[in-house]
């Protein structure tokens, strides 16, 4: 079973349009959630922490569901300048060893005008 | 940006051939990472480094060898690679090993074994 499971998309949506991406974890023990972006040929940036309550940052927002050991992203009022791919990322650390990080295979998004 | 660089940017070898990779970070970081990124799958983990030292082996094939000299150094080592090896090659750094630290990554190497 893989650590982290995501809808590898494409997701196609205009401009203005709000998407959600969903993402599961299979670890119960995870501790620190992200969402990470990539775009076409370039290296992962951090796109934002996901927190237990929730959190909110411009257009994106975040939500964690520990119970369910799901994760969200739900980006409003699209730009051109989100089509890229989003990586949702969990790490849990192992007794004495340090956390890693795990990520998924990422949702590919194309906002077009 | 210049903050998690690397080289080559692009590298073509033969299975019989032997290369590095390098990757510097000036972010003043005291852990280094090495992903591989193949096509239509997650990114893997290979090796971790904390303060030089080596923490964690992904299981990965002898053929690939990690080098850290210094916090702001890495290297990869390669050697009699096979075709299923090309792939793209990041590096990454964070303040410290540990998965609640922000990692930055480097462009990466695209990696051709022919």
């Known amino acids: 079973r893989k650590e982290v499971e995501q809808d590898p998309g494409p997701f196609n949506v205009p401009e203005g349009a709000t998407v959600a991406f969903n993402c599961t974890y299979s670890n119960s023990a995870s501790q620190s959630f992200f969402w990470y972006r990539q775009d076409c040929r370039k290296e992962p940036k951090l796109l934002m922490s996901?927190?237990?309550s929730g959190n909110e940052d411009g257009r994106f927002t975040a939500q964690l569901n520990r119970a369910s050991q799901y994760i969200s992203l739900l980006i409003r009022d699209s730009k051109l300048s989100d089509s890229a791919t989003y990586l949702c990322v969990v790490n849990f650390d192992r007794g004495s060893t340090l956390g890693r990080l795990y990520f998924g295979r990422g949702t590919q998004l194309t906002v077009w005008p | 940006e210049t903050g998690v660089t690397q080289t080559p940017r692009h590298l073509v070898m033969g299975m019989t051939n032997k290369k590095s990779l390098k990757c510097e970070q000036h972010?003043?970081?005291?852990?280094m990472y090495w992903y591989k990124q193949s096509a239509k799958k997650p990114l893997e983990l290979m090796f971790v480094y904390n303060f030089k030292e080596q923490t964690e082996n992904n299981s990965v094939p002898s053929r690939f060898s990690p080098e850290c000299p210094n916090s702001s150094h890495l290297f990869l080592h390669l050697h009699t690679l096979q075709p299923e090896d090309s792939a793209l090659y990041l590096c990454?750094?964070?303040?410290?090993?540990?998965?609640?630290?922000?990692?930055?990554f480097g462009p990466g190497t695209r990696l051709t074994v022919l």
């Open positions: 990454a750094s964070s303040h410290l090993a540990g998965g609640n630290n922000e990692q930055f």
């Open positions: 972010l003043g970081h005291n852990a």
């Open positions: 996901v927190y237990s």
